[in-house]
């Protein structure tokens, strides 16, 4: 069995849920207190074991490449003010994998931007983690997955429950239980944003997915789908209606950062945690929660 060491993180989207901001900032370099979206994927999949990590971008995105390079001038400013933990922490982040950068040129859907990667994976089992999906959990989720896999040598997809009145934003996945596993299903057919009446449960893709490089192949032979756009779905449906995939419902909360309030939601469960703010945070929402 191949040792997975390879993510892709589609960053492509023009983030226009984001909008006004998004017109001038992308979304992925959003903070989250003091870290931009993007470094908590990056963290998490280097955390996993993960050391190869390719994202995939578009015109207008070159500041995530610099923030995962050195500042020499940065770190110069802070030498100068004896700022050496912060100069240390900025080495830790462009230390933490390899990361590489890649354009999509055209937005034409998930499945086509990670068909993008073809070369980059080679014939090695790799990750795909959603640019919107923020997941904060006391186990990374690639590693949760990557556990699966390294059992069952098949591919493995996150899902959680989502309300029926909004699965149709999402997926809906057929699934078969497995005996002796809890959290774990076997996913033999999907559909991408079902109209009313045509989902198979409550169960839907969120963030994270394990795949073998088999899926290639059935890219280059996608149809369009939901949008018109090459959904990464509609090609994980094939590989589950020929030999199954795992479905595991994954240990962590979930915030969608392509929308405000997952981005506000974040930030206040991170700004509980940071030891600089976590006191001042915690003061000012039982202060306004009086007045809620």
Not at 49 to 65: A, Q, S, V
Request: charged share 30%; with cysteine; glycine share 8%.
């Amino acid at each position: 069995m191949k040792r997975i060491t390879k993510a892709i993180i589609p960053a492509a989207g023009l983030g226009t849920r984001m909008l006004p901001v998004s017109a001038a900032v992308c979304k992925e370099m959003l903070p989250i207190v003091d870290l931009p979206a993007i470094c908590h994927l990056v963290e998490e999949a280097a955390n996993s074991g993960i050391t190869d990590i390719l994202i995939i971008t578009n015109r207008g995105k070159d500041i995530m490449e610099d923030f995962f390079d050195f500042s020499p001038e940065y770190e110069a400013a802070l030498a100068a003010k004896g700022k050496l933990a912060e100069i240390e922490r900025l080495h830790e982040i462009a230390d933490m994998a390899n990361v590489y950068f890649l354009r999509q040129k055209e937005t034409r859907g998930l499945g086509h931007a990670v068909g993008r990667a073809r070369s980059f994976v080679g014939d090695e089992p790799f990750l795909v983690m959603y640019g919107d999906d923020i997941i904060f959990s006391k186990r990374p989720v690639c590693r949760q997955l990557m556990d699966v896999y390294e059992k069952y040598e098949k591919p493995v997809v996150g899902v959680k429950p989502v309300a029926a009145d909004q699965i149709y934003k999402y997926s809906s996945l057929k699934v078969e239980p497995i005996e002796g596993e809890d959290k774990l299903s076997l996913c033999t057919d999907m559909i991408e944003k079902p109209k009313a009446g045509q989902e198979f449960s409550n169960l839907s893709i969120l963030g994270r997915v394990l795949l073998t490089p088999e899926v290639f192949d059935i890219i280059d032979n996608l149809e369009p789908g939901a949008g018109g756009e090459y959904q990464l779905t509609d090609a994980i449906k094939k590989m589950a209606r020929q030999d199954g995939v795992y479905a595991l419902e994954f240990e962590g909360d979930r915030y969608d950062l392509g929308s405000k309030s997952g981005f506000l939601m974040a930030n206040i469960v991170k700004g509980l945690e940071h030891p600089e703010t976590k006191d001042e945070i915690r003061k000012f929402i039982l202060e306004l929660s009086d007045r809620l």
